[in-house]
C-alpha cells in the first residue's frame, strides 16, 4: 500500500518552530519529487516548499522564504519541512505530496499521492 505519512504539527506561539516530517510507505521516493501544500480554513490549498527528486533544487512560496527549509532523506525515505519564525497566518493543515518527475512544482494539479495532513497552529 503506498502511503505518505506526515507528522510533527502542533500547536506553537508565534516566532517558534517546528519540523514537519514526511515518511513514505509502499514505494520509495528517490524518483519523486516531493511538495509541502497548506489549507488554513475557508482558503485554497497552497503550495508551500518543493524539492526535487535529487534534492538539489527547491522552490518556495514567498509567504515562507527565509523561514521554512524543505529537505529530503533519502536513506530514510523521508521528506522534512523544518519551520522557524511561525507567524499566526502559517496556521493551516499541511500535507505533503509526492510527484512523478524530476522538478518539482508549487501546484497541486499533478502530484501523484498525498498525505492525510498534519495540524500546525501558531497562537499566543
Known amino acids: 500500500q503506498l502511503q505518505l505519512v506526515e507528522s510533527g504539527g502542533g500547536l506553537v506561539q508565534p516566532g517558534g518552530s517546528l519540523r514537519l516530517s514526511c515518511a513514505a510507505s509502499?514505494?520509495?521516493?528517490?524518483?519523486?519529487?516531493m511538495g509541502w501544500f497548506r489549507q488554513a480554513p475557508g482558503k485554497e490549498r497552497e503550495g508551500v516548499s518543493c524539492i526535487s527528486s535529487s534534492g538539489y533544487s527547491t522552490n518556495y512560496a514567498d509567504s515562507v522564504k527565509g523561514r521554512f527549509t524543505i529537505s529530503r532523506d533519502k536513506a530514510k525515505n523521508t521528506v522534512y519541512l523544518q519551520m522557524t519564525s511561525l507567524k499566526p497566518e502559517d496556521t493551516a493543515v499541511y500535507y505533503c505530496?509526492?510527484?512523478?518527475?524530476?522538478?518539482?512544482?508549487?501546484?497541486?494539479?499533478?502530484?501523484?499521492?498525498w498525505g492525510q495532513g498534519t495540524q500546525v497552529t501558531v497562537s499566543s
Open positions: 505530496a509526492a510527484l512523478n518527475w524530476k522538478l518539482c512544482v508549487l501546484w497541486a494539479d499533478g502530484y501523484d499521492y
Open positions: 509502499g514505494f520509495t521516493l528517490d524518483s519523486y519529487a
